[in-house]
């Protein structure tokens, strides 16, 4: 380590303020009060450096996980680079310290008297802050600087396209652990400052990829773990991307992306799969009512670049704004008309939990069976007899909430789910793989079932948050999931010692996974339900 450092934190940490907290550092190091309680002989082993491309990092060693937090990839997306493509960031001199998580994309913060926040632990996003410079990664790893080759795992946030961060609640350290691997957790550009498509609305060609800005924010991303990730011990010919929600949705698009071909080697889509992205008229259109409400010409789309970011966050037109099918960045839909040629070799796992879309529910009080009559006849008119008599005769013993949450789920998540896996099998290249949680959370004495979000810490081997419970059948579970997809990122392969043999996806047998906690492989389950919505 150099005796000068000269840029010590990219946050802002000042020479000043390092030599005081280094002197107290050494005074306790040298006092025998910081390392030997954890083993450590030394401040290099307390507190690792890694070389990379742009300079010098600091991490901490936790317990025997090297953990670097806050580690920058790109430079400021504020300013002249709003709605522009990632830019490097520029070298440092010195040791910076990456010791926090780096400040989520701008957004409007999720209420922390949201009962399905709190149970997820959405509302603790913003914690690290808000920043249109935003784009950090971080790394956890059992050792640096020694050709380990292990597995990287790179785990992209949900929240749709507009919200969340790779921060606090995505600890990547028991998956670090279980599989002796390592872990990125990334935070990107969201929203209208990710994904408004300026170029569409103005004809400007300065702007034509501000419509795909933040999922190129990923591509820049990869391209640091190529470039850097075997100096934490990771192996970056063998990157598994996956994500739960939008995350899902993420790693959908990267699937069809020219740019990210090469960057990631195996696939995981938990309750996300996005066979189609929305329509780039729809986004256009409101662009250009978001560019009217500012008063910004669309002679002169730079103008926005000079608005304030909460300013356009706050706008009544910022609609959800998400990537647009470009023909360039993006060339078409992810899995439409079927599987992307350009990763026909990456091996995918597909799934989605039973009561996925009940996770709005969780507050509320239970529906009655007069209330789920009432809400079929509405919601599918002429064939609501024939749903919900088929519904109560696969599911005898389910509550109405249960039974209302699994329509909603077959209807929408599990039809894309089954439709991504069924295309991606027909190229019979990389192995397609498909699962449904079953185990329900603990959360609210377990009646809504396997809601949205439950496996959410389970693939990192990880059951702390409240909607997995912490209690012994949740670190089952998650002993169970995270083993497997360890497996997955290791080889391709999901087998391992925690789970019955699970075969690929094929649309003649159609196996699939059911975790719970005796998880079992079904051919097509419940195959009345699947071809109920296929006649539908």
Same mark, same amino acid.
């Given at each position: 380590m150099p005796k000068t450092d000269e840029s010590l934190n990219q946050h802002g940490i000042s020479r000043r303020r390092f030599m005081i907290q280094s002197s107290i550092l050494g005074a306790a190091a040298a006092s025998g009060l910081l390392f030997p309680r954890y083993g450590y +002989?030394? &401040?290099? %082993?307390?507190?690792? @450096? @890694?070389?990379?491309?742009?300079?010098?990092?600091?991490? &901490?060693? @936790?317990?025997? $996980? &090297?953990?670097?937090r806050g580690i920058r990839y790109g430079a400021s997306t504020a300013g002249a680079n709003r709605f522009m493509p990632p830019v490097k960031p520029s070298v440092w001199r010195g040791v910076h310290d990456a010791f926090a998580y780096g400040p989520a994309s701008p957004q409007a913060p999720s209420a922390p008297t949201d009962e399905y926040a709190l149970s997820v632990g959405w509302d603790a996003h913003v914690k690290t802050g808000i920043s249109e410079d935003c784009l950090f990664l971080n790394v956890w790893t059992p050792s640096v600087n020694d050709n380990g080759g292990r597995p990287v795992f790179f785990y992209i946030h949900g929240g749709g396209f507009t919200n969340g961060s790779g921060g606090i609640i995505f600890d990547g350290d028991p998956? *670090?652990?279980l599989g002796n691997a390592v872990v990125v957790t990334v935070n990107h550009r969201l929203g209208p400052l990710g994904y408004l498509d300026l170029g569409g609305a103005t004809g400007s060609s300065r702007f034509a990829s501000a419509g795909v800005a933040g999922?190129?924010?990923? @591509? +820049?991303?990869? %391209?640091? =773990?190529?470039?850097n990730i075997a100096r934490f011990g990771g192996d970056p010919d063998n990157v598994l991307i996956f994500g739960q929600s939008g995350g899902g949705a993420k790693v959908s698009t990267l699937m069809v992306m020219p740019s990210a071909k090469g960057l990631f080697h195996k696939a995981v889509v938990q309750s996300g799969s996005t066979i189609t992205l929305g329509a780039r008229e729809r986004n256009t259109e409101s662009t250009e009512q978001l560019l009217s409400e500012l008063e910004i010409s669309k002679t002169k789309p730079e103008d926005l670049q000079k608005v304030p970011w909460d300013t356009i966050i706050e706008a009544e037109s910022n609609r959800g704004f998400s990537p647009v099918v470009d023909g360039v960045v993006i060339p078409g839909h992810p899995f439409d008309p079927a599987a992307p040629e350009i990763s026909a070799d990456v091996p995918m796992i597909v799934g989605y939990t039973r009561e996925d879309s009940g996770m709005r529910d969780l507050s509320l009080g239970e529906i009655t %069976?007069?209330?789920?009559s009432e809400w079929v006849r509405e919601t599918y008119k002429d064939n609501a007899e024939l749903i919900l008599t088929t519904y109560r005769k696969v599911y005898p013993n389910a509550t109405p909430v249960?039974?209302?949450s699994r329509i909603r789920t077959d209807a929408n998540t599990r039809s894309r789910a089954t439709t991504m896996v069924e295309r991606k099998s027909l190229q019979k290249r990389g192995n397609a793989y498909l699962y449904v949680v079953t185990w329900p959370s603990p959360a609210y004495e377990g009646r809504f079932g396997a809601v949205h979000g439950v496996d959410l810490g389970l693939v990192f081997g990880n059951a702390?948050?409240? $909607? +997995?419970?912490?209690?012994?059948? *949740?670190?089952? &579970?998650?002993? $169970? =999931?995270?083993?497997?997809?360890v497996a997955f990122g290791k080889t391709g392969n999901p087998n391992c010692d925690k789970i019955p043999y699970w075969p690929p996806y094929d649309r003649e047998t159609r196996a699939t996974m059911i975790f719970d906690l005796e998880s079992r492989v079904e051919n097509d389950p419940t195959r009345e339900l699947r071809l109920l919505w296929e006649k539908l």
């Amino acid at each position: 380590m150099p005796k000068t450092d000269e840029s010590l934190n990219q946050h802002g940490i000042s020479r000043r303020r390092f030599m005081i907290q280094s002197s107290i550092l050494g005074a306790a190091a040298a006092s025998g009060l910081l390392f030997p309680r954890y083993g450590y +002989a030394s &401040m290099a %082993e307390g507190f690792p @450096v @890694v070389d990379t491309t742009y300079g010098q990092l600091r991490g &901490m060693n @936790v317990d025997g $996980i &090297m953990t670097f937090r806050g580690i920058r990839y790109g430079a400021s997306t504020a300013g002249a680079n709003r709605f522009m493509p990632p830019v490097k960031p520029s070298v440092w001199r010195g040791v910076h310290d990456a010791f926090a998580y780096g400040p989520a994309s701008p957004q409007a913060p999720s209420a922390p008297t949201d009962e399905y926040a709190l149970s997820v632990g959405w509302d603790a996003h913003v914690k690290t802050g808000i920043s249109e410079d935003c784009l950090f990664l971080n790394v956890w790893t059992p050792s640096v600087n020694d050709n380990g080759g292990r597995p990287v795992f790179f785990y992209i946030h949900g929240g749709g396209f507009t919200n969340g961060s790779g921060g606090i609640i995505f600890d990547g350290d028991p998956l *670090a652990r279980l599989g002796n691997a390592v872990v990125v957790t990334v935070n990107h550009r969201l929203g209208p400052l990710g994904y408004l498509d300026l170029g569409g609305a103005t004809g400007s060609s300065r702007f034509a990829s501000a419509g795909v800005a933040g999922i190129l924010d990923l @591509v +820049a991303a990869l %391209e640091w =773990v190529h470039d850097n990730i075997a100096r934490f011990g990771g192996d970056p010919d063998n990157v598994l991307i996956f994500g739960q929600s939008g995350g899902g949705a993420k790693v959908s698009t990267l699937m069809v992306m020219p740019s990210a071909k090469g960057l990631f080697h195996k696939a995981v889509v938990q309750s996300g799969s996005t066979i189609t992205l929305g329509a780039r008229e729809r986004n256009t259109e409101s662009t250009e009512q978001l560019l009217s409400e500012l008063e910004i010409s669309k002679t002169k789309p730079e103008d926005l670049q000079k608005v304030p970011w909460d300013t356009i966050i706050e706008a009544e037109s910022n609609r959800g704004f998400s990537p647009v099918v470009d023909g360039v960045v993006i060339p078409g839909h992810p899995f439409d008309p079927a599987a992307p040629e350009i990763s026909a070799d990456v091996p995918m796992i597909v799934g989605y939990t039973r009561e996925d879309s009940g996770m709005r529910d969780l507050s509320l009080g239970e529906i009655t %069976e007069d209330g789920l009559s009432e809400w079929v006849r509405e919601t599918y008119k002429d064939n609501a007899e024939l749903i919900l008599t088929t519904y109560r005769k696969v599911y005898p013993n389910a509550t109405p909430v249960q039974i209302q949450s699994r329509i909603r789920t077959d209807a929408n998540t599990r039809s894309r789910a089954t439709t991504m896996v069924e295309r991606k099998s027909l190229q019979k290249r990389g192995n397609a793989y498909l699962y449904v949680v079953t185990w329900p959370s603990p959360a609210y004495e377990g009646r809504f079932g396997a809601v949205h979000g439950v496996d959410l810490g389970l693939v990192f081997g990880n059951a702390r948050d409240l $909607i +997995a419970g912490n209690t012994y059948e *949740a670190r089952k &579970m998650a002993d $169970i =999931v995270g083993s497997t997809i360890v497996a997955f990122g290791k080889t391709g392969n999901p087998n391992c010692d925690k789970i019955p043999y699970w075969p690929p996806y094929d649309r003649e047998t159609r196996a699939t996974m059911i975790f719970d906690l005796e998880s079992r492989v079904e051919n097509d389950p419940t195959r009345e339900l699947r071809l109920l919505w296929e006649k539908l």
